[in-house]
């Protein structure tokens, strides 16, 4: 039968199904520690390479000298050595100060040594030199460590000569013993320089990870501090170019609300006094509302939602539009403008357009196009007089672009009100009286500049104003 449920058992609380406790993330090596390691291990494979070359190196040339020392002083003896029995007769102590073991050894495997002397090893390589087998031999005995030459001396005999090697190999050791020395404080020394190295290359690392770190918990765009011209930083550089473009942002962002706030304020405040009437008039005792003003209530109500529902659009529009875009679609401007034309004549009243249209393609949104040529239309029908004109124009300029013009007849712009006609929310001494928003020209400007061209105001030569949008593209192909 099972029993209930134990609790803390299970890797939901961090300890692990084997029972042998809670399981641990590994804890990663920081990129400092790691450079200073990378850059040890590369000193120190250096250093012992180097000395272990060094010490291979000398090793062989003092092998090399020796033997060549020992194999000479062979050859000279042997050409003067007398016979066995005059050889023994020669004084030890000439051999023995300098650590030289000399004999003669005959066929019959027969050594002679100066009298006091210590014999040589001898072995079937030395028997072979005396019995003309073999010019001459070099070897080592392993058991004495003794460096052991044999050379022919005649009259079946070989003087056989040995050394010790004791002291070239104290002297070897010597020698391995000061390079493992020296690689080791080379190889402390390469690690101190490598963390002042790793600490002063990264520290502007560390400063981008704090400032990052400060922005993400404080939103805090202040720049950072740039010092030098390294890879470094111009990171740093790329990262502030970050922080101002997120700051300009968050700065639109800002102005948005705050003039969206203000724009909505006017329409729902009105609005409400105007339900507050018509709700008070209906109740039980209240005044009654005669039916023209409670037309006008009507039509203003209605008035003040159409405004509301434009500039709700319009704030929609532009929201849209501020994220990014993939412009695939090939775009007929033309056609474009004509579509715009056709819902602009439906609302225009007695106001005409005058349009003449050249052909020209792009690539783009063909709805955010359409909303912006309409936006220009209905802007100069809004400030055209009575029974006037609007000019409507698309054209090549010859350098990669075209401009659609919009030219009205109305009241014109200041020339101070003339750089500021495309802001969000900005509405002239003239405009301020009639309907809008005041979005629709920004919404033009975006589009434009969404499409790699610009949005432009110019005063018109004998009163009014033309609207620009230049856009690059080509001339439509008829082929095509």
Not at 101 to 118: C, K, Y
Not at 228 to 243: P, Y
Request: charged letters at 25%; hydrophobic letters at 40%; glycine letters at 10%.
């Amino acid at each position: 039968m099972t029993g209930p449920a134990q609790p803390g058992i299970g890797s939901a609380d961090g300890i692990s199904r084997d029972g042998a406790g809670p399981e641990r993330t590994p804890k990663r090596i920081s990129l400092r520690t790691r450079v200073m390691l990378l850059a040890t291990l590369c000193v120190g494979g250096t250093v012992a390479l180097v000395s272990l070359v060094t010490y291979l190196t000398v090793r062989d040339n003092v092998y090399e000298q020796f033997d060549s020392s020992l194999t000479q002083r062979a050859h000279a003896a042997a050409q003067s050595v007398p016979v066995a029995s005059q050889f023994q007769n020669l004084p030890a102590a000439l051999f023995a100060s300098g650590d030289i073991q000399i004999g003669l050894l005959e066929a019959d495997d027969t050594l002679v040594a100066p009298r006091g002397a210590a014999k040589p090893p001898t072995s079937e390589a030395e028997l072979a030199v005396a019995r003309g087998g073999a010019e001459w031999s070099l070897r080592t005995d392993k058991a004495s460590g003794i460096r052991v030459v044999a050379v022919q001396s005649g009259r079946g005999q070989a003087l056989v000569l040995g050394q010790s090697l004791a002291q070239t190999e104290r002297t070897l050791g010597d020698l391995a013993l000061v390079l493992m020395l020296f690689g080791g404080i080379g190889v402390v020394v390469a690690a101190g320089a490598a963390t002042a190295v790793a600490r002063t290359a990264l520290r502007p690392v560390e400063r981008l990870t704090s400032a990052t770190e400060r922005v993400a918990d404080t939103m805090d765009l202040r720049p950072i501090p740039v010092t030098g011209d390294d890879e470094l930083s111009r990171m740093t550089q790329s990262f502030n170019t970050m922080l101002g473009a997120v700051a300009e942002s968050q700065a639109q962002q800002s102005r948005l609300v705050a003039d969206a706030s203000h724009e909505l304020r006017t329409p729902l405040t009105s609005l409400r006094t105007n339900l507050e009437l018509l709700l008070s008039a209906g109740r039980s005792g209240a005044p009654q509302l005669d039916e023209t003003m409670r037309s006008e209530i009507e039509a203003d109500i209605r008035g003040q939602l159409d405004e509301l529902t434009q500039l709700i659009g319009d704030l929609v529009e532009l929201a849209r539009d501020s994220g990014p875009q993939e412009m695939i679609e090939r775009v007929d401007l033309a056609e474009v403008v004509e579509r715009a034309l056709d819902r602009a004549r439906r609302r225009a009243g007695d106001t005409e357009f005058d349009v003449r249209l050249e052909s020209w393609e792009l690539t783009g949104d063909p709805g955010v196009l359409e909303r912006a040529v309409l936006n220009l239309l209905d802007n100069a029908v809004k400030f055209s007089p009575a029974g006037g004109t609007v000019h409507v124009g698309l054209r090549p300029l010859g350098d990669g672009t075209a401009v659609v013009e919009v030219a009205d007849r109305g009241p014109g712009i200041a020339s101070e009100d003339l750089p500021r006609v495309f802001d969000r929310f900005y509405r002239s001494a003239e405009a301020r009286t009639l309907p809008g928003s005041g979005l629709g020209l920004a919404i033009v400007r975006q589009a434009a500049q969404r499409h790699g061209g610009g949005a432009f105001a110019l005063s018109r030569e004998g009163g009014g104003t033309i609207m620009t949008i230049r856009l690059p593209g080509r001339t439509a192909d008829p082929d095509e």
